[in-house]
């Protein structure tokens, strides 16, 4: 799937999300609670964004996006 078939919000999300998850796993995280509640608020943001009623496959669709938030943060970084 390619990375430009999903909305740009969607993606800006899935990256937020992993950032989240990636300061709330860091040792001795600095407000732990307000991560894990910034991690379900963007949790529901996914999983009810209504791209997910027009993908073909939703599985594979997550799993791609997941993939183009990571390769859109490589991208940012280089």
């Known amino acids: 799937m390619d990375a430009t078939a999903f909305p740009d919000d969607l993606v800006q999300?899935?990256?937020a999300w992993n950032?989240?998850?990636a300061?709330?796993?860091a040792p001795r995280p600095h407000?732990?609670?307000a991560l894990r509640r910034r991690l379900l608020h963007l949790?529901?943001?996914l999983w009810w964004h209504p791209?997910?009623?027009t993908a073909p496959s939703v599985p594979a669709a997550r799993s791609a996006l997941r993939q183009a938030a990571r390769a859109q943060r490589?991208?940012?970084a280089a």
């Open 13 to 15: 999300t899935q990256h």
């Open 19 to 21: 950032t989240t998850y």
């Open 23 to 25: 300061a709330l796993t």
């Open 31 to 33: 407000d732990p609670t």
């Open 43 to 45: 949790s529901a943001r």
């Open 51 to 53: 791209y997910w009623q």
């Open 74 to 76: 490589a991208d940012r």
